[in-house]
């Protein structure tokens, strides 16, 4: 599993010592590494080069391919799933087309509306957002997931109550929908929200996050 964290529209700079992006996706590295789902999942985080997206560049793809490349070399041709947030799940969304990717989950996205997604076909897509987040559109996200099912993904879309673009409050729920999702794309568990193998069930493309229980499980 590789985390991208979030970063600007454009910066030329690298991101400093102390990054606040990079820690606030800690938590969910942390979440799960200790899940026992994942007991036998290596999880890593893509370091960026530059702070920014920097238009037609796109940095933070770059270092997403990078990543991947890194990872086949050492340790072989295994399955992975992108978990990112803000401009680093648009980073994920795009590398998605490495053979490796099985999927993405995508913490409040930026998907801007002619973002591509003909290279998501076979992928499972899960995206979390609060429809408050005034940094990156809700909005923009479910019309993407849209877009991306009818190219041939799996797609999952949830509606977090809270949290907006920081993912803080209510950050534990944040985390566990995170690692239910993570858990999904590897083929470890079934979608939050139902439907293990059902078509029907994926095809109904959001859900709320108030509707989904998830199981308690110890850690280890």
Known sequence: ?????GGRADSPTPPPLLNLPGLRMRPFARAMEQDSLFADVLVAFVRYRLRGWNGHRADPV???RRALEELRDAAGPLPVVLVGHSMGARAALRAAD??????VVALAPWCPPDEAVAHLAGRTVMALHDQADQITSATDTW?????ARAAGALVRGIRMPRGRHTMIRDARRWH????ACAATV???GPPPGGGQSDERTW???LVDADDITLPVRRPG
């Open 1 to 5: 599993m590789l985390v991208l964290h």
């Open 62 to 64: 770059q270092d997403a």
């Open 98 to 103: 490495d053979p490796q990717v099985r999927g």
């Open 143 to 147: 019309n993407y997931l849209r877009r």
């Open 176 to 179: 566990r929908l995170t690692t």
């Open 186 to 188: 590897l083929g470890l």
């Open 203 to 205: 095809s109904t493309a």
